[in-house]
């Protein structure tokens, strides 16, 4: 059964980092493309960051260089880097393993994890 579960989320402050984790088991994690995901109260989810498995990054316009997306294949890991994080950052992230094999698409969303920006 295929797993997916992100951790580091929490309260920080205006001009603050966090680095957010998520954890793949129960397949072959290379083969995914891995994104990251938020949902703010009031809004849809959108893209923030995604890794394909070749480590080909893309960004949404609002996180460009603040923001860093990155991979651990040996630890079935993805990782989002956040920095000098601002209020309009506040969401639930999810993570997304986005990926097919011997020709079945497969996709599998975490449950999420709360960031806050807030003095």
């Known amino acids: 059964q295929v797993q997916v579960v992100e951790s580091g989320g929490g309260l920080v402050q205006p001009g603050g980092s966090l680095r957010l984790s998520c954890v793949v088991s129960g397949t072959i994690f290379s083969i995914y493309t891995m994104g990251w995901y938020r949902q703010a109260p009031g809004h849809q989810r959108e893209l923030v960051a995604r890794?394909?498995?070749?480590?080909?990054?893309t960004y949404a316009d609002s996180v460009k260089d603040r923001f860093f997306i990155s991979r651990d294949n040996a630890q079935n890991t993805a990782y989002l880097q956040m920095n000098n994080l601002k209020s309009e950052d506040t969401a639930v992230y999810y993570c997304?393993?986005?990926?097919?094999?011997?020709?079945?698409?497969?996709?599998?969303w975490g449950k999420g994890t709360l960031v806050t920006v807030s003095s």
């Open positions: 890794i394909t498995g070749g480590d080909s990054e």
């Open positions: 997304n393993a986005d990926g097919t094999w011997m020709g079945d698409d497969m996709n599998y």
